[in-house]
């Protein structure tokens, strides 16, 4: 098993985090999407994106405050 933190990836200062692994699906999915914190609308547009695609949701303001929610922040 590979653990890395996001300082051994060059990452430094407070990131979002997607992790879709944290909800339970039928497709079991473990995607994890990070942004730098001021990038928080490009989280949620990926975020929506794959929703929609992956897991047949539709994209709709509702959707979007619920996958807003999931964002945790993260400091490194």
């Known amino acids: ?5 996001l300082t051994d990836l060059g990452l430094t200062g407070k990131w979002l985090v997607a992790n879709c692994g944290k909800y339970p699906s039928e497709k079991n999915c473990k995607l994890v999407m ?6 928080k609308e490009d989280l949620v547009e990926a975020g929506v ?9 539709t ?9 807003e929610k999931m964002i945790e922040t993260v400091e490194a």
Do not use: F
């Open 1 to 5: 098993m590979i653990l890395m933190a």
């Open 34 to 39: 990070l942004a730098p914190e001021d990038q």
């Open 49 to 57: 994106a794959h929703a929609v695609k992956s897991h047949g949701h």
């Open 59 to 67: 994209d709709t303001p509702e959707m979007r405050a619920e996958l």
